[in-house]
Structures are given as C-alpha cells and as structure tokens.
C-alpha cells in the first residue's frame, strides 16, 4: 500500500527536530531547592516599565482547597485581599480550584495576582543563548477579573491586551523573536482599566521554542 502522505513524514520530522522546547512555564514553576536556579524569575514592578523587584517569599500554601506554591511580595495568607498580593502562583494538585462564583482554575496551573496599588505580577525569562525563539503566551482571567497583560523584552513592551470578565483569554505568538545570552522576556499582569485588583487573579502559560 502507498504510504499517506509520504511528504509530510519527512517534512514533519524535519520540523519536529528543528523545534526544540527551551522552555515551558508550567513545568518549570518549582520552589524545590534542590533543583536549582532555573531561568524562570517571579517578581513585580510597580511601574509597568519600572524597576523589576524578586518576589521575598516563597512558600507553599492552600488555596480554595488545592494546594499551591506561592511566590509574593509579602508572604500573607494568599486569601486574605489585604495582604496577599501581589504574587504568583502554581496550582499543584489534581483537581481544578473552584472558588468564588465563576473562579475556575486548572489543575497544573500558572496564575498570577496584581497588587492592591496597580503592581504588576511579572514571570521573567532569562534567555539562557542567543537564538530567533518561537513564543507563544497565553493569559486568560480565571474569574470575573479585569486585567492589563503584556509581554516584554528588556523593560520593553512587545505587545499588550485588555482582559475583562470571566473567563476571557488573550493568545501572543512571536515567531523568530530574536534574545540574546543576558537578555529577558517579561510577561506582567496588571490591575486593568478599571484600576482595582479584586478579582483579577489570571492564568498565564509560555512555551518557547528555537
Ligand atoms: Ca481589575
């Protein structure tokens, strides 16, 4: 019988060669020790082009019933508004978060919070080699939230979005986006038009190939 589609067993697997994952920001997210340094740091700035600050606290937590690593600012009670944020944080268990009426959040999830002032939460990426990355992001409101969300490189914003609502999700993708050995890429989330961080906690992924 004549193979299906003979071209494309060649072409793919050139592709799929040529593709190699440099990174992927929910499996990368850990706050085990013994792993080390990854090229993954969490922090926030106050300005959306401001100064990058490293998250103090690193901690694991509870969070409507799942259990979570947390990283943030200030180390409180990652439910308690007043102290909590700004952080991000990864959803360890096997079941998805149910919280308030509307909050959902996936098992294995990345979720970021902005703080009470307009901090923004920001995931930074340290380009490990020069090379043209292929990026793709996504952001996405993980209840009734209402968020700014941008990605950057250098303290540079490449692209920016809106967020409002429950559940409603942005997608970024950069194809040869070119970061060089000490350079960054930067994904923040702010507190939105609306200028109140209730509610605004959203889910980011990142995966970065070349
Ligand atoms: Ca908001």
């Given at each position: 019988m004549r193979p299906i589609l003979p071209w494309c067993a060649a072409v793919c697997a050139i592709f799929a060669f040529a593709?190699?994952?440099?990174?992927d920001l929910e499996r990368e997210f850990?706050?085990?020790?013994?792993?080390g340094p990854s090229n993954w740091t969490f922090g926030w700035k106050d300005e959306l082009q401001g100064s990058f600050l490293q998250f103090p606290h690193r901690f694991p937590s509870e969070f409507w019933g799942a259990s979570v690593i947390v990283h943030s600012r200030?180390?409180?009670?990652?439910?308690e508004s007043s102290t909590c944020c700004p952080l991000i944080l990864k959803h360890v268990g096997d079941r998805p978060v149910l919280g308030a009426p509307g909050f959902r959040l996936a098992a294995g999830s990345v979720m970021l919070h902005p703080g009470p002032k307009g901090e923004y939460s920001v995931a930074r990426w340290a380009c490990p080699a020069a090379s043209h990355y292929t990026l793709e992001a996504s952001f996405a409101t993980v209840g009734y939230g209402s968020t700014d969300v941008h990605v950057g490189k250098n303290n540079h914003i490449l692209a920016s979005a809106s967020l409002n609502g429950i559940r409603t999700r942005h997608d970024f993708y950069f194809s040869r986006l070119e970061c060089h050995h000490g350079e960054s890429l930067e994904f923040s989330v702010g507190y939105g038009d609306?200028?109140?961080?209730?509610?605004d906690s959203t889910s980011l992924s990142v995966r970065i190939a070349k």
């Open positions: 593709a190699t994952t440099a990174t850990s706050i085990d020790p013994a792993k200030t180390g409180g009670p990652v439910t609306n200028r109140n961080f209730t509610g």
